[in-house]
């Protein structure tokens, strides 16, 4: 029975990590800072207006430190609002409020998807988000991390830019000040947004980094083209016809689009005109640009909650930050209580240590990878609470109190887990990936394993479709994707078998 052999780290190799051959780079380059825990709305406006950067989903936050910026604290958004029992419990709240649909900042994309009050008044922006990014940034990112880092290659601006949204910032006093999407400005903590209930959305975004496009009933929105998300009035026919030298028009004062390596200036600018043409003629049909779908707007009854359109659980309600962070100012070291491989796991660590590099270096286990450090290739991937995570862009006190499922999970004895818990879907996945060869030098497949594995355990029964959504976010060089496609059709097949032959018993 396997069991953590490296809960006990030895004293040297705790001193020195890089000793143990598994060293991770993912906190390379990033300056050390504080951890913010705020107690009112105010209290977090005051640190993000001193210098602070709000921390919501944390990935691009990540990003930017590795890229050598410098944070002198943290304000962890998504651990503020969670059940705080203060004015913080609107980050994370989706309500009707002023006759417009609330979301906070701290929202993920993944429950913007999947929440029935989104898809009974706006399915077109749950529409929308569910091609954002991968299911690993869906479950990760939020609204507020998408708007608040001002990056235009971003998805939620200019979604919400052409439904009409209005952004609420809080100041250091508590007042409330109001903007559009495209007047936004940094150093501000947004509180979330509030979209008109009446309206549609269609989005496009098959050709960034080049561009991005959403139309909205009177407005487009152009994410990645330009510094920042630019919106221009827009004159739709009944048949969804745009007239070119209109919207030439209105194009022309925005100046020049990017001139980079991911496009011409040119080719961006032609890229923009057929996008806001597709997504219009989408508009005027009543259907997405987004969902490839041909048909009429989806209804809340209609949109398929898929298993991506993860259900608000633990994850939004997991442990606020470790007793030991205080305010701005200690930059100290952070001690962690993890539940990792369904055991008690604690170490101290500095604030800035990414997950990968704890579950490696700290814990010793090695079948976690290390690829892009920048939350694409897959190779990073754990589950936390049950779901897929790019440990390298997230930070080890972001996990506090979870349950976190690494490779190695799934050489628990049979004996020890009932066939229905995690590691048991683990094992199955992992047969049916050796018995279809379902891989080549093997990098890849523990984060193919486990996102594999979060699926099934959501719906032992995907369709292709689905399979291919989920997996979209492993990159794997060697295997085309087929027999691990095949691999994990045959483990819903034989988890639902197995369900059959041994049916849970009634309550």
């Known amino acids: 029975m396997w069991r953590h052999a490296a809960m006990t780290v030895e004293p040297e190799l705790a001193a020195d990590p890089s000793r143990s051959g598994l ?24 640190n993000v207006v001193s210098g602070a950067w709000a921390h919501a989903g944390g990935i691009d936050v990540a990003q930017r430190l590795r890229d050598g910026g410098q944070a002198p604290a943290l304000v962890p958004l998504r651990q503020a609002g969670r059940g705080s029992g203060s004015d913080l419990d609107v980050l994370t709240d989706i309500s ?90 940094a150093g501000r903590l947004l509180v979330g947004c509030q979209v008109p209930l009446e309206g549609r959305v269609v989005f496009d975004r098959s050709l960034k980094p080049v561009a991005s496009v959403a139309v909205g009933d009177r407005h487009a929105a152009i994410g990645c083209a330009y510094r920042d998300v630019e919106v221009i009035e827009l004159d739709i026919g009944a048949d969804g016809t745009v007239d070119l030298d209109v919207l030439r028009a209105g194009l022309d004062p925005l100046g020049e689009p990017l001139d980079n390596s991911d496009a011409s200036s ?68 952070v001690e962690l209580q993890l539940h990792l491989n369904g055991e008690p796991f604690e170490a101290a660590a500095p604030a800035s240590e990414m997950l990968v590099e704890t579950i490696r270096t700290r814990a010793g286990l090695g079948g976690t990878r290390v690829g892009c450090d ?34 190695e999970a799934a050489n628990e004895s049979p004996s020890v887990e009932p066939a229905g818990s995690l590691p048991a879907v683990m094992r199955a996945v992992q047969q049916t990936f050796a018995t279809a060869s379902a891989f080549q030098c093997g990098y890849c497949t523990p984060g193919l394993i486990l996102t594999a594995s979060s699926l099934l355990a959501h719906d032992q029964e995907p369709d292709r479709s689905t399979i291919v ?39």
């Open 23 to 46: 060293i991770s780079r993912s906190h390379l380059g990033i300056e050390p800072f504080a951890l913010a825990r705020p107690a009112s709305l105010a209290d977090a406006a005051a």
């Open 96 to 185: 009707l409020r002023d006759g417009a649909l609330f979301i906070g900042a701290a929202v993920t994309h993944a429950r913007i998807e999947s929440d029935a009050l989104v898809r009974a008044h706006r399915p077109d922006l749950a529409a929308a988000w569910r091609t954002i990014g991968n299911v690993r940034i869906r479950i990760a990112g939020t609204v507020g991390g998408n708007l608040m880092s001002l990056n235009p290659g971003y998805d939620a601006a200019p979604i919400l830019a052409a439904a009409g949204a209005e952004l609420v910032f809080v100041d250091s006093d508590g007042g409330e000040q109001r903007c559009s999407v495209a007047d936004r400005v």
């Open 266 to 333: 040119g080719y961006r600018r032609r890229v923009i005109e057929v996008l806001i043409e597709r997504c219009a003629q989408a508009h005027a049909r009543g259907g997405s640009a987004s969902a490839g779908s041909g048909g009429g707007e989806p209804s809340a009854t209609d949109l398929p909650r898929r298993p991506n359109a993860v259900p608000a659980g633990p994850r939004d309600q997991a442990a606020a930050l470790p007793d030991d962070n205080h305010a701005a100012g200690d930059a100290g070291s």
């Open 374 to 407: 920048q939350a694409v290739c897959g190779a990073c991937t754990v589950l936390v609470d049950g779901l897929p995570t790019a440990s390298c862009s997230t930070f080890a006190w972001q996990a506090a109190g979870c349950d976190i499922h690494t490779i």
């Open 469 to 507: 959504d989920w997996l979209d976010s492993n990159i794997c060089r060697c295997t085309g994707y087929l027999m691990v496609i095949e691999a994990v059709e045959a483990a819903g097949a034989a988890l639902r078998s197995r369900s059959d032959a041994h049916p849970e018993p009634a309550p």
